[in-house]
């Protein structure tokens, strides 16, 4: 594992053992790859609650409780999305906190609107969240990593690690 990465984890780490949190991803283009680095640091038991993998837009709206609307309107790939996947998370699990992640790694699937490399993300609890919108360059795997390690030090900032 990347160090940086592995440092990150491992500030994250203490600091939801010492609030007594639990974290909770909703993935859907990293394809469960924030819960795996994260759950690959010993100990992660104590701190990780769960991962939602939902890739298809029918599992964001029975799993995560995704307002069909909302992707209708805005696109799976969406501020508005993952916000309601974060809420969605924390809802339906016993996790305290959630990172949400959706977009396009690609090779096709892009617009004019949004390209390849687009990814939304969102951290925060059942009422309140910050969001962001990236993109990524490289290939899928390159996107898919990239990804990972923007949740991952997204988690740090919304807590202050």
Not at 39 to 52: H, I, K, L, N, Q
Request: charged content about 15%; glycine content about 12%.
């Amino acid at each position: 594992m990347n160090p940086d990465l592995l440092a990150s984890i491992r500030a994250l780490a203490e600091i939801l053992l010492s609030r007594d949190l639990r974290i909770v991803t909703a993935e859907s283009c990293t394809g469960g790859g924030i819960a795996s680095a994260l759950t690959d640091v010993a100990g992660s038991s104590g701190w990780f609650e769960c991962g939602f993998v939902t890739y298809s837009n029918e599992a964001k709206i029975r799993y995560l409780n995704v307002a069909p609307s909302t992707i209708e309107q805005y696109g799976a790939v969406s501020e508005e999305t993952v916000r309601a996947m974060v809420a969605g998370a924390v809802n339906n699990s016993l996790g305290e906190l959630a990172v949400a992640v959706s977009g396009i790694a690609g090779p096709g699937g892009g617009s004019d609107e949004k390209p390849v490399g687009t990814v939304w993300f969102a951290w925060g609890n059942a009422d309140t969240q910050i969001t962001e919108r990236c993109h990524f360059s490289g290939d899928r795997a390159a996107v898919r990593e990239q990804a990972v390690i923007h949740g991952i030090q997204g988690l740090c900032r919304w807590l202050s690690c």
